[in-house]
């Protein structure tokens, strides 16, 4: 079901909000472990503010914004990419992960004067491995809440 409705909306807020829970437990508990370094968003989005503005945003407040951006914003990044492509679930997760993945390692880390794909290191692997996860399971849980709603709907 690519059809943006009410209901549809309701799953894909539901499955980025799913999906960006778990995507922050992956960067603080999982990345120190598996790449030695844990995943802080929320200093890009520092980084960029301070950048375009010159003002110093709290970490909290950053937190939030790359939360926001993460739950809704990612999820919406996956319908469009399903309705754009005609893809399944799936492979739209997996390539709206790969895009964002290079659109905050390769455009918006080097905006804050961070070198291209922070020379594809151990922060830009593990990053990779969390968008990427992250928007699959955005899709996969989409796919499941819409499979719910169909069933729902037939019986």
């Known amino acids: 079901m690519n059809t943006l409705t009410l ?3 309701k799953n894909i807020a539901l499955a980025g909000v799913v999906g960006e829970i778990t995507f922050e437990a992956y960067a603080w508990l999982l990345s120190p472990v598996l790449f030695g370094v844990k995943l802080e968003p929320a200093n890009l989005v520092i980084g960029l503010t301070k950048a375009a503005t010159g003002m110093q945003l709290p970490y909290a407040a950053a ?11 990612f999820a919406a990044a996956v319908f469009l990419m399903k309705r754009i492509t ?3 679930y799936e492979v739209a997760g ?3 992960g790969l895009a964002l ?5 390769g455009i918006l880390a080097p905006l804050m ?3 291209f794909m922070m020379d594809f290191g151990t922060y830009t692997q593990s990053s990779f491995v969390g968008h990427v996860g ?4 955005i899709a996969v849980v989409w796919k499941w ?5 169909q069933a729902v709907s037939i019986g």
């Open 7 to 9: 209901t549809n909306s």
């Open 101 to 105: 993945w290079f659109i905050a390692q």
């Open 86 to 88: 005609k893809v399944g």
């Open 134 to 137: 992250m928007t699959l399971l």
């Open 94 to 96: 997996i390539l709206t």
């Open 113 to 115: 004067g961070r070198s």
């Open 145 to 149: 809440l819409s499979r719910q709603e």
């Open 63 to 73: 937190f939030a914004i790359h939360f926001l951006i993460g739950s809704l914003g």
